[in-house]
């Protein structure tokens, strides 16, 4: 799939839609670590390390896997009464369920010197499985906090949640070449149908 939402959460609740239909991507560990590579969420030792934690205990990835799921669907859930203007509706336990994971990989975090500075680093062992859960919820925490939530949107053609950084922030699409030029195309055949 294409990563298209901005943010590196965006691409996650993506892995679970397609033209507003419920689909899923992540079929495996494996599968969430190819997102995370793709991303360059973490390091490649630390995604070998991963690798092999998971070949060692496939049912602990099995379930870091299913908390991924259960995380992106607090994400979806938000982010599109967000777009909506419905997060007055969001239930208590959604809420509670996305905080717990934010707060969940915020309490892993720490600082490191480096180079004659702190930088921010995550204190765990490097073959903890659930960092590959922790990178998504510091980019949703990361993207909440720090930007204007208003340039979260929905794509028009393929229901995909992207953010939108452009001048004038009227962006209808996740891709101009894909979805826009596709909506673009059904409209212009319904006009010459109608005429």
């Known amino acids: 799939m294409d990563l298209l939402g901005g943010a590196a959460c965006l691409d996650l609740v ?10 899923e991507r992540l079929h495996t560990y494996q599968d969430l670590l190819t997102l995370v590579r793709r991303l360059s969420l973490l390091s490649a030792d630390t995604l070998t390390a991963l690798e092999r934690s998971a070949e060692e205990d496939s049912r602990q990835a099995e379930r870091v896997l299913l908390k991924a799921r259960q995380f992106r669907q607090s994400m979806l859930t938000i982010f599109a009464a967000l777009v909506e ?36 680093s995550q204190e765990h062992p490097q073959s903890e499985l659930m960092q590959a859960v922790w990178v998504f919820c510091l980019s949703a925490y990361n993207l909440l906090s720090t930007q204007d939530q208003s340039l979260i ?4 053609g393929c229901a995909w949640f992207f953010l939108d950084t452009t001048k004038n922030h009227r962006r209808k699409w996740c891709d101009m070449q894909s979805c826009g030029s596709n909506e673009k195309a059904r409209r212009y055949y319904q006009r010459k149908k109608q005429a």
Not at 15 to 20: H, S, V, Y
Request: charged share 20%; glycine share 8%; proline share 4%.
């Open 14 to 23: 993506n892995t679970a839609l397609e033209f507003d239909e419920p689909v």
């Open 85 to 120: 203007g419905t997060l007055d509706n969001v239930s208590v336990s959604v809420l509670k369920t996305f905080n717990g994971f934010i707060n969940e990989a915020l309490d892993r975090q720490g600082f490191l010197p480096q180079a004659n500075k702190l930088v921010r």
């Open 153 to 156: 949107k929905q794509c028009g």
